[in-house]
């Protein structure tokens, strides 16, 4: 959509390079869509596993809730205690026995903080060249 | 033969009753009542309504036999039995499940209905228990477990009473779940028989020399191993091929009817070959579970374009010759006519003119012709395919069409919505999601600019006789009447009647909620009623189940749906309707 595209082509020009209100640069994101390769595999993760199905293809909320505001109150502490346990109470599954859920979740962190930023655009990404 | 379980067959028997989710055995969903008719139905007003206590989806119908309306809920899946004298609470069933089987449900949590017989009320929960309620009190009888929701083993269908067997099927089919067609013994809950729908042939419970298939023109033995030689290793283990639809039953034939689901993950590039038995129409002896015949309709799939959807066991004037046949409207987008007897493939043609992905089915073969330009598994992973029709969705879902036994139509709610498809590589993981690919959808291009369509269907032919359109998806089952008339839900929450003849409208009733459950008709003391549920939900509503208005998410259902939110919103009710005043002689039937 050529007019979001303008939108967060602004938001990034005003934000220069994205990075975590802590010191450590969370992720790396270009025009939106191309990001480093640990955000990447984070956005693998979330598509392999279908978070959508709950979340949401824009992390705006379905069934579960709207990630991109979540993410604005989750510390990464929590995010991950949410990920790994679930929330059975509430219809989120645990992904404790999920390979790539353990090997990528701070990717994943990462990029749903970048989505919650407003920095990554929704769909699909790739890296940054 | 089997033997029966009297009190249903005996309450089918009788037109006042609605004693199986679809009227009958066969799938007709048509009723002998006339008593509301094509020249009165526009003065049908509401005669009484009940909440059903739940905000989700509402498929299938209620059941009535007698003085006694029983009722279903989606999950937790609470059962009522209505005294219909006065609408009182006759006893209540509202299982305790653990709520873990919420989040591996997919497309909302619904619940398709009750089955009767033998004194028994059978209920097959969300978390895969199937419950026999004593019919008079509610009591639990037995109980059984088909299936584990651990690894991602929910149900929705409805289970079916034929004969002395409860017959029943499994949902997971985007989780790796493995197919299969349950028999229970309807006494005593005890399994009868298990057919797998992928795996080695004794899993499959096939002959392979006396298991007939579509072959070259003419019906040959399926041969050794048919299943697992058209998969990759040992993929076949989590194979698809789920049983979540409505299943139907030929007493002569002792033959049950039914079609399973998708193959495996949705990207195509991890499972090559044909995929077997995915996506196949199977014929099964009632006794025993083997299969008399099978009829795959999309080998190897790329779409998800489940073969669950309803069989209506009809018999039909093929070229000169009556033929005992089975119709058959598949996701795909192709109305199937078979021979139910003999598994011969008569018929197969677009239900809707917009289908792309193939061109026509090779009558030969049996097979689609499929167009490379819609085809995910030609591009390849990480490549997303436009404008693919139908989309996953399907032309039609499991929302059930009407047999109209005064002019041989069908009468086929449907869908007519395109689609994006992007597969990419997945893990399998026991528990969780096994999808692989991200999609959109709209309403199909050039057209009406509408999702859907209700359509009328000569299955002798394969021709749409009429066609109305409508502002979304029919996700509605069909109900057709001996008074001239079909009637059906609309997503945005109208119940409509129109003539059979050509679908003209002749009445309509806003209900507070959409409507995705089967229409329903019974009498009681003299006169008839029509009934549905209202209360949006399934795949097509599930944003709106879910309190989500815009997105492209829902497994790419809500793009398309988000204007739904304009007209409707979440609800659970039952609505009855029924014509104005007591009846009169003239009016009180036959």
């Known amino acids: ?9 602004l938001a990034l020009l005003a934000a220069g390079v994205a990075a975590d209100d802590s010191n450590t640069e969370l992720y790396k994101v270009q025009d939106g869509n191309k990001v480093d390769q640990k955000t990447l595999q984070g956005w693998r993760t979330w598509r392999a596993l279908a978070c959508e199905r709950c979340h949401g293809a824009a992390q705006e909320g379905l069934v579960g809730p709207p990630l991109v505001e979540s993410m604005k109150v989750l510390s990464k502490e929590e995010f991950h205690t949410v990920i790994m346990n679930g929330r059975p109470d509430k219809g989120m599954p645990p992904f404790n026995n999920s390979p790539m859920v353990n090997q990528n979740w701070e990717g994943l962190y990462a990029y749903l903080k970048g989505r919650s930023d407003g920095q990554i655009q929704p769909g699909r990404l790739q890296a940054i060249e | 033969m089997a033997t029966a379980a009297p009190d249903l067959e005996q309450a089918m028997a009788k037109s006042a009753n609605w004693a199986t989710q679809a009227g009958d055995y066969a799938n007709h969903r048509y009723s002998e009542l006339q008593q509301i008719n094509a020249s009165n139905v526009g003065q049908l007003q509401v005669a009484w309504t009940m909440s059903t206590g739940v905000l989700r989806g509402h498929e299938g119908s209620p059941l009535v036999i007698g003085d006694t309306m029983y009722i279903h809920t989606p999950f937790p899946n609470n059962v009522y039995a209505v005294n219909l004298k006065d609408q009182s609470f006759k006893w209540k069933y509202e299982p305790k499940q653990n709520t873990d089987v919420v989040p591996v449900m997919c497309c909302d949590t619904v619940n398709r209905g009750l089955a009767f017989g033998d004194g028994k009320i059978l209920l097959q929960q969300a ?42 099927g499994i949902s997971g089919g985007e989780f790796g779940v493995r197919g299969r067609l349950i028999a229970y013994d309807l006494a005593s809950g005890k399994k009868v028989w298990t057919a797998w729908s992928t795996g080695p042939d004794k899993d499959l419970l096939v002959d392979p020399n006396k298991t007939m298939t579509w072959t070259n023109g003419k019906m040959a033995p399926i041969g050794a191993d048919s299943s697992i030689k058209t998969w990759k290793g040992d993929q076949w283990k989590l194979g698809g091929g789920t049983t979540w639809g409505w299943f139907s039953y030929d007493p002569k034939l002792n033959l049950v009817y039914y079609g399973t689901g998708n193959p495996g993950t949705w990207n195509p590039a991890q499972r090559p070959g044909d995929n077997k038995w995915s996506m196949t129409i199977f014929a099964r002896d009632l006794n025993t579970g083997m299969a008399k015949w099978a009829f795959q309709m999309t080998p190897h799939d790329e779409w998800d374009f489940d073969g669950v959807n309803e069989n209506l066991l009809v018999d039909v004037d093929f070229k000169g010759k009556k033929v005992p046949a089975l119709v058959h409207f598949d996701r795909n987008g192709f109305g199937y006519t078979l021979n139910r007897e003999t598994g011969e493939l008569l018929v197969a043609e677009k239900f809707d003119p917009k289908v792309n992905w193939a061109t026509k089915i090779d009558m030969k073969t049996g097979r689609p012709m499929v167009d490379k330009r819609y085809s995910p598994a030609t591009t390849g992973p990480d490549v997303n395919v436009k404008d693919i029709c139908p989309a996953a969705l399907g032309s039609k879902d499991q929302q059930p069409a009407s047999y109209d036994r005064k002019t041989g139509l069908i009468l086929v709610p449907t869908n007519h919505v395109c689609m994006t498809y992007e597969p990419f590589q997945v893990e399998y993981t026991a528990g969780q999601p096994y999808v692989g690919a991200t999609l959109t959808m709209y309403p199909a291009p050039s057209s009406h600019g509408g999702m859907g369509n209700f359509i009328a269907w000569n299955p002798a032919e394969g021709k749409i006789m009429w066609s109305k359109p409508e502002r979304f998806s029919v996700w509605s089952g069909a109900l057709t009447t001996a008074g001239d008339i079909a009637f059906y839900g609309t997503l945005e929450g109208y119940l409509k009647a129109v003539s059979t003849k050509d679908g003209k409208e002749l009445w309509k009733f806003k209900t507070p909620s959409g409507i995705i459950g089967n229409v329903f008709t019974y009498e009681y003391g003299g006169k008839q009623y029509v009934g549905v549920y209202s209360g949006i939900g399934g795949w097509a509503g599930i944003g709106m189940a879910a309190g989500l208005t815009e997105s492209t998410a829902g497994l790419g259902a809500v793009g398309g749906y988000k204007d739904l939110a304009k007209y409707t919103t979440l609800g659970g009710s039952l609505f009855v309707f029924a014509l104005p005043g007591s009846p009169t002689a003239s009016q009180a039937m036959r």
């Open chain 1, 1 to 9: 959509m050529y007019r979001s595209a303008m939108v967060l082509l």
């Open chain 2, 127 to 168: 978390d895969t228990t199937l419950v026999a309620l004593d019919a008079d009190t509610g009591k639990v009888l037995w109980t059984a477990k088909n299936g584990d929701p651990k690894i991602g083993e929910t149900n929705t269908n409805a289970p079916h009473v034929f004969k002395d067997k409860v017959i029943t």
